[in-house]
């Protein structure tokens, strides 16, 4: 079971099943209750802030006891960064936390003393993943339940005040006072469903989400493409700079300068198809769509997650999963315009397996790894150029992980690094039944942690600067806090979660 895979399971689910026959009649225009601005309700999708100290939590009213689902924007400055001063930011006032009921060593925290709530929004049923824009402008976010994109900007009214503005209300809530207002809910605009003719309608569940923020692409007198956003060390600039521009036809020793505008890339779980948004700073259009990646069974073909190779690259290869499919499929964008098949997997690259989740490359794009749910397993791909110039895509090792695994993030190895071994990287695996994330070592290939978290866990944030990560604990209710630094004793521990811990599920 997984919550943002679609696969149900239990008495909490049931109303969730009666709308996926009748999603029309989920909007959040209709009676009913309206949910609450400082509240999570099933969390589901989590995206950190860039520049500023603040976490964003969508919530997916899984059971559908409210008229929507929300966007919140949660204010991490009261959160010490060391865990080791909550008890002394509790004992000074400075935050509202108590030890936890069953494990004291772990910190409760309401969410309502974080959430700023007149910066919530409504939004539809089922969000699955966030992303934010690198200036931390814009966001966005698929909701499966009423079938589109929802972008928003991101504005400071002040010092450590937001506004989420996805509406033509200039003032925002902010302006209005306590209640409902303009701002509470997105209008059409923002909420991107159809072509700018209107003749293409945008496919059903609309799920996984990658941002592609387009810089200059710099040419290497061998031809090969890189950007200041794909990873490799030595980085590139993030313009042309002295770097003489590319001429027509030209593919070596130039730089092919930004456009200026972001591809955002949308998988959908029913089809199997995939989307193309444009975003040009003041608008998002969806521009193209392509399904036939996979084969699936019956109607479902079950596009999950999204991955490019060669960040900020228009052209760069991409990679969707799929979780009813035993290969991968890949992508490229022509003219910013069309999306046109790119390199395919031989058959059996991520064998064994059947039911492939998260994706993520290494830094570098020199591989790509998988999260297979059948059996659990994290697979490792070589995904270096072969004597074709396609990448080889040739498996390298596969690690058992836990049961149900769904996300990927990959970090640094901050202990590897203090020991002087340098570009050393973990991957961690949240496993949704097992209430669990596996840490596996990228270099050897093998399990080397275990973190126990909250009960049904379904997003992961990593948090670099400060060394810990943030998890969207489903089905209690919260979102916990995880240690990340070696340093301290508490290095891999979940050490705080913010929420009340609740049983959601209604036997």
Known sequence: MDARSGQRGGAAYACVCACAVALTA?????????????????????????????????????????NGSTLNVVDLRAIPGDPREVAAAVKAGTISCKAGTTDPSVWECPEDKLVQSDASLRIGHYPSEIRVSSDGARLFLPVRGQNYLLWASIVERGPGVLDLRCNDDP?????????????????????????????????????????????????????????????????????????????????????????????????????????????????????????????????????????????????????????????????????????????RAPIGAI?????????????????????NRAPASLVALDMTPGEDGAPRQAPLWVAEVCSEPSVLRIAPDWARRAQGIAGAYLAYVVCFAAAEIFVVDLTLGRVVDEIIVGRGPNALVIDEPNRRAFIANFLENTVGVIDLDPARSSYHRMVLRIGNVQDLIRH
């Open 171 to 343: 003032g925002g809530c902010r302006d209005a006072g306590a209640g409902n207002c303009a701002a509470w809910d997105c209008d059409d605009a923002h909420r991107v469903a159809w072509s700018e003719d209107r003749r293409r309608a945008l496919p059903s569940e609309p799920f996984g989400i990658y941002l592609n923020e387009l810089t200059a692409v710099h040419l290497s007198d061998a031809g090969v493409r890189r950007t200041c956003r794909d990873g490799a060390l030595p980085a590139v600039p993030c313009d042309c700079g002295a770097v003489p521009r590319c001429a027509d036809g030209q593919t070596r020793n130039c730089c092919l300068a930004a456009s200026g505008e972001s591809h955002v890339y949308v998988t959908h779980l029913s089809g199997g198809e995939v989307s193309l948004f444009a975003h040009d700073g003041n608008r998002v259009t969806l521009r193209d769509f392509k399904g036939g990646f996979f084969t699936g069974s019956g109607d479902i073909r079950g596009a999950f997650s999204v991955a490019a190779q060669r960040p900020g690259d228009p052209e760069s290869p991409v990679y969707v999963s799929s979780r009813v499919d035993s290969n991968l499929a890949s992508f490229v964008v022509a003219d910013s315009n069309r999306i046109i098949d790119g390199p």
């Open 351 to 371: 064998a064994p397996g059947t039911d492939a989740r998260g994706l993520a490359f290494h830094p570098g794009g020199e591989r790509l790894y998988v999260v």
């Open 26 to 66: 989920c909007a959040t225009e209709d009676p009913g209750i309206t949910p609450p601005r400082d509240r999570f309700y099933f969390p589901t999708a989590l995206a950190l802030d860039p520049v500023r100290p603040f976490l964003y939590v969508a919530s997916s009213n899984a059971d559908l006891l409210y």
